[in-house]
């Protein structure tokens, strides 16, 4: 028995199709605004988190685009990515334990800036083509709640009117997606689907049936087992990934 997420992972990759044809209508509307250039690399310094469909996504994309030997190096700068990530959530939670703002706690977090695992040495991202829906928006305004934010490259003047992108209707989006991802598997992870995490986590995660919470049928033929692939084309043969 297999779990296929492909119709998922091609929901999301039409979703982020809209998302690129999104911002391509901002960048034609606003040319002098949108300064996104090949070799600009200040997205890549952002934190933020990823849902599990985007984290599956990425994940899987990582293992089937990447070799080996460039794989481990990702790893290795993910798992430093992943501990500078932990003590900035960490001072966070320590922040709002002792009264501080949510609003206030979100700035200083967005001062952060904790250099992407995916970005090579000449600063090019490594999975370009897979990188995340936030990745992609980054250097439009952004709507987050109810401040907007703008890339600090970007042209775009505090208090002029600009398209602006909702990111609270783009996150209900990818929740609704991993959601209906969590149903769709025998699992007993019922809220899987609201865990968040940043990127180098996503990287370095086994999205396995045990982490998954695959339950096994009770009555299984013997020498088989579940198994869970994740190839983006459709199922294309059993592959153990546990």
């Known amino acids: 028995m297999s779990y296929d997420v492909s119709a998922f992972f091609e929901e999301y990759e039409g979703f982020v199709e809209e998302v690129d044809r999104l911002f391509e209508s901002v960048k034609e509307q606003c040319p002098e605004e949108v300064t996104c250039t090949i070799g600009c690399c200040d997205c890549c310094y952002a934190m933020f988190d ?30 430093r990515a992943d501990r500078l990530a932990y003590k900035v959530k960490r001072e966070a939670y320590r922040s709002r334990q002792k009264g501080e703002e949510p609003e206030k ?61 909702f990111m609270d209707k783009v996150q209900n989006r990818l929740l609704d997606m991993s959601q209906r991802l969590v149903e769709s598997l025998p699992t007993q992870h019922t809220r899987l689907a609201e865990v968040l995490v940043p990127l180098s986590m996503a990287l370095l995660t086994e999205y396995d049936q045990e982490y998954l919470g695959i339950v ?24 153990d990934n546990g």
């Open 50 to 79: 990823l849902t599990l469909v985007e984290a599956m996504y990425i994940n899987a994309t990582f293992r089937e685009q990447l070799d080996e030997e460039t794989r481990q190096v990702v790893l290795q700068r993910a798992n």
């Open 216 to 239: 096994e049928p009770q009555e299984q033929p013997a020498g088989q087992s579940p198994t869970a692939h994740w190839t983006l084309d459709g199922p294309k043969g059993e592959e």
């Open 105 to 165: 706690i979100l700035e200083d977090i967005g001062r952060q800036r904790i250099r992407c695992p995916l970005l090579d040495d000449d600063d090019r991202c490594l999975l370009y083509a897979y990188r995340p829906i936030t990745c992609r928006l980054y250097g439009l305004p952004m709507q987050i709640g109810q401040e907007v934010h703008t890339c600090s490259q970007s042209g775009f003047k505090p208090g002029e009117k600009y398209p602006t992108v």
